[in-house]
């Protein structure tokens, strides 16, 4: 059974940072393509970053030079380092994965970013 847990959301000032932290189990974690998106009220859900087995990554271009994916396969967990967040920022946050032909989803984690 595939689970994702995502924590370390929260309310925090522009100009400041957090943390996202997701746990997956239930998965050959340090083969899986692991990435976050995010999802504003109203708007469709979309890619933040991602991060190969091989360690590449991948950001879109509005958290690029403030966004940070990582991971530890060994724990198997992936992180989501967010600094200089601005308002446009606040959305659910998903940590999410691909396997055996099947997206999952993990229940999302609420960051709202205030001016």
């Known amino acids: 059974q595939v689970q994702l847990v995502e924590s370390g959301g929260g309310l925090v000032q522009a100009g400041g940072s957090l943390r996202l932290s997701c746990a997956a189990s239930?998965?050959?974690?340090?083969?899986?393509?692991m990435a976050w998106y995010r999802q504003a009220p109203g708007e469709q859900r979309v890619l933040v970053a991602a991060?190969?087995?091989?360690?590449?990554?991948n950001y879109a271009d509005s958290v690029k030079g403030r966004f940070t994916i990582s991971r530890d396969n060994a724990k198997k967990m992936v992180y989501l380092q967010m600094n200089s967040l601005k308002p446009e920022d606040t959305a659910v946050y998903y940590c999410?994965?691909?396997?055996?032909?099947?997206?999952?989803w993990g229940q999302g984690t609420q960051v709202t970013v205030s001016s």
């Open positions: 991060i190969t087995s091989n360690y590449n990554t």
């Open positions: 239930g998965i050959m974690f340090s083969y899986n393509l």
């Open positions: 999410s994965t691909v396997t055996n032909g099947f997206r999952y």
